[in-house]
């Protein structure tokens, strides 16, 4: 296999064969292939594509890249969740102690915020002495004992997929669907879960800006999915506009919390029991409508909060916040940032709201940033509703004073008005995989 005739069949938009991929794959990850060839092949596939056979086997070869995790032992009822990435995107701590409250096993390794968007992981760390790298042992003894174990990512988990997602990141090759669908599925596959519900994300916060790109991006991660034999659903969400009202690791662990007592917001909530119901519909083998019942009842009933707490504390974090989260550290600085004019808000962008909490301090800029846990965003008034000029749309939070008007100026340019309310926008497009 030569490097230099991979790139040049795919420049021509010709099918790579197995040996090609494979071997590809395996001579990258152990460091024979420069970086420089490598950005020149994933050009060559954002421009012309890969076919399905190409993308199943990329995705294979990916995920047979590095170690993998055997979760055999719990069947369809080891759960995982993935989400494409997003703003004030808090579903996993809400989803996966609702499932695991209805008997699922939700062993599942997560990421932290990079550019505009938040990682779980960070949101976890809000919580003092949440321990986001449990030994392998430690890790499987939550999942049977709890029902919930979150770590961030293994090192050696698909490293082929840590290496070209970097070069992707710095080559403007990220939103392409067979390598993000590889990317995804690859982690996914390793990671072992029987039963996998993806949350694509579509509108201005996410890789595919319409409902349309993310749908075929998500039927290609379901049938990768399925023929690998797992359970796969994905629900197609609109990420237009920041989900629920909180942005920032500890301001969403907070609306997290508020979600799981039942006082969350409309959006974030209906999100919420949609994926919880996916992932207990296909897990427990139960119709669609049973799975949604059992979902709303956990919350009515405390049983998702409860499990909440008992997921924390196993963990290590410090759960007597879950109960009272007024003792959360806050940031020295608040701002108020007001309309001006009178009208509706027409659009807020949740990409520029993204990147105004970035600017707080919420989320890294660079790969190695440190984060402020208690920096970001409340946004009082979101898209659709009626202001009038002075008042409060969204409040700034942060430790470093420097950053406001920066953050205001950035969260502004992303805030449109119009004399009449807007359409109202679907929340959730579709459900591919579950009925
Ligand atoms: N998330 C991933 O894990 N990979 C991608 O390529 C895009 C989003």
């Known amino acids: 296999m030569r490097m230099y005739d991979i790139i040049t069949k795919k420049k021509h938009g010709e099918e790579l064969c197995e040996a090609e991929i494979r071997e590809m794959i395996a001579a990258y990850t152990k ?28 995705t294979d070869a990916m995920a047979s890249s590095g170690e993998t995790v055997n979760l055999s032992e719990f069947g369809e009822l080891a759960v995982d969740k993935h989400s494409t990435g997003g703003v004030g995107d808090k579903t996993t701590l809400i989803v996966a102690p609702i499932a695991a409250s209805l008997g699922c096993k939700v062993a599942k390794m997560s990421g932290r915020g990079l550019g505009h968007t938040g990682g779980t992981v960070d949101k976890l760390e809000s919580f003092p002495g949440y321990n986001t790298s449990l030994s392998r042992e430690d890790f499987f003894a939550q999942v049977r004992s709890t029902g919930i174990a979150v770590i961030g990512q293994s090192e050696n988990l698909a490293p082929a997929d840590k290496k070209l997602y970097a070069l992707r990141d710095v080559t403007a090759t990220v939103d392409s669907i067979p390598l993000i669908t590889s990317s995804v599925m690859s982690k996914k596959l390793a990671s072992g879960a029987g039963t996998i519900v993806l949350d694509v994300k579509y509108g201005s916060g996410s890789f595919m800006k319409t409902a349309a790109e993310a749908e075929t991006l998500a039927q290609k991660m379901v049938d990768i999915g399925t023929a690998c034999k797992r359970r796969v659903a994905a629900l197609i969400t609109n ?14 662990v907070k609306e997290a919390i508020d979600t799981l007592r039942g006082n969350g917001p409309a959006d974030l909530t209906e999100v919420c029991l949609s994926l919880a119901s996916a992932i207990a519909h296909l897990a427990l083998g139960i119709s669609f409508a049973e799975a949604r019942a059992r979902a709303e009842e956990s919350i009515r009933c405390g049983a998702a909060f ?23 550290p806050v940031s020295k600085y608040s701002y108020e940032v007001c309309a001006d004019k009178d009208g509706y808000i027409t659009h807020m962008d949740a990409e520029k709201i993204g990147l105004a909490s970035v600017e707080l301090g919420a989320g890294r800029a660079t790969k190695d940033a440190v984060i402020d846990h208690t920096a970001g965003i409340i946004l009082s008034k ?6 009038r000029t002075g008042e409060v749309i969204a409040t700034l939070y942060t430790n470093d004073e420097s950053a406001v008007q920066r953050a205001k100026l950035e969260l502004l340019s992303g805030i449109e008005y119009g004399d009449v309310a807007p359409a109202e926008d679907r929340l959730i497009h579709k459900i591919i995989g579950a009925t």
């Open 382 to 387: 979101k898209t659709g509703d009626a202001v």
């Open 239 to 252: 990420m237009d506009t920041p989900l629920g009202h909180n942005i920032g690791n500890i301001l969403e």
């Open 31 to 58: 460091g024979e292939i420069p970086d420089y060839q490598m950005s020149a092949l994933m050009m060559a596939i954002y421009f012309n594509g890969m076919t399905d056979k190409e993308t199943a086997i990329l």
């Open 306 to 328: 409860g499990k909440f707490v008992e997921w924390i504390a196993a963990q290590g974090g410090d759960s007597s916040l879950t109960l009272n989260p007024s003792r959360f």
